[in-house]
């Protein structure tokens, strides 16, 4: 059988479009507002490299930051480490961001306390709104004894007996009950979206206030309403996962050790490292991800697949 030379450059486009697919899924764009972030927060980023994960670093306010260049996504996936950024650099803004994720890509977004307006409202576009300036999520019954003496915003959220606390799902949180525990310390957020949903959340105990600072009114955010990860999964099959906690990737809450005040049983070692290990799995769609293959069709009534399909031949699939 002999193949037209049109046929052959179409195959060959093809083949090349699916293995650049495949070489460059995994770039990776790491916005922060402090470079020591690289240091502070090494093994987070060592185990994206491990995974495969092509990291580039710029600060927030660069002057070179673009995610397009000539018409084409620079980078698959972005990382933005940068809660106190006033302003972008470059030709990055919020609607090239908001285009970023509607042009399928994914967000990983991590807040803190001094959170500005600028990721205020990127998180906002993306259903999520941040408390007041100046709040921190405070539980004063489920806090870890390094902060005996401070705030107790040093928050634990221990999966084998706070189940109702984090998302169990086998493609999100597998085994989510065989984690170590987590701390967290940081702000926290409420969700908007109808697509929206909670990944770890706070105690019954838990509120969402002003350390030192006597309550004039109930707080904005409170119990298991105090959102401390969440996570969108767009209808265009994009994905954000934002949390009002950068010391929740440290290394520092990675390598700690864990005793919740009143516990009578000895200091664990950390549950961070799997826990952020396996939400920017899910973001980066690594896993719950569908995918088809080996299909097969063919011309109704017919048993095989025509070299060419025409206008208004009606097709079935093939067992």
């Not at 106190?84 to 803190?112: M, Q």
């Not at 980066?284 to 208004?312: D, M, W």
């Amino acid at each position: 059988m002999s193949i037209s030379p049109l046929y052959l450059v179409v195959i060959l486009l093809l083949g090349v479009l699916g293995s650049s697919e495949q070489v460059h899924k995994n770039r990776v764009l790491v916005l922060v507002d402090d470079l020591n972030i690289q240091n502070s927060h090494s093994i987070f980023f060592s185990q994206l490299k491990e995974r495969g994960y092509h990291l580039s670093f710029f600060m927030a306010d660069d002057p070179s930051l673009a995610l397009t260049e000539y018409g084409e996504y620079l980078y698959d996936h972005l990382i933005l480490f940068a809660p106190t950024v006033d302003e972008f650099g470059g030709i990055i803004d919020v609607h090239s961001i908001l285009d970023f994720i509607d042009d399928g890509h994914n967000v990983l977004l991590a807040a803190d306390f001094g959170v500005s307006d600028l990721i205020r409202e990127i998180a906002s576009e993306c259903g999520v709104q941040f408390d007041d300036e100046g709040t921190k999520v405070i539980d004063h019954l489920n806090f870890d004894v390094s902060d005996y003496d401070y705030g107790h915003e040093v928050i634990v959220i221990d999966p084998s007996t706070d189940k109702d606390q984090i998302f169990s799902n086998s493609v999100i949180i597998p085994q989510a009950s065989k984690l170590s525990p987590i701390l967290y310390q940081g702000i926290g957020h409420s969700l908007e979206g109808s697509l929206n949903f909670q990944i770890l959340t706070g105690s019954k105990s838990a509120y969402s206030a002003i350390p030192g600072k006597a309550l004039a009114d109930n707080p904005q955010v409170v119990g298991k309403r105090t959102a401390l990860v969440s996570a969108l999964p767009a209808r265009n099959n994009a994905r954000v996962v934002v949390t009002g906690s950068l010391a929740l990737f440290s290394d520092r809450y990675i390598n700690s050790k864990v005793q919740k005040y009143g516990s009578n049983s000895a200091p664990r070692s950390s549950g961070n490292l799997e826990f952020v290990k396996q939400i920017s799995t899910w973001v980066f769609k690594e896993a719950g991800v569908l995918r088809a293959s080996n299909l097969k069709h063919h011309v109704k009534g017919q048993s095989q697949a025509p070299a060419i399909y025409t206008c208004l031949l009606y097709t079935s699939p093939s067992p």
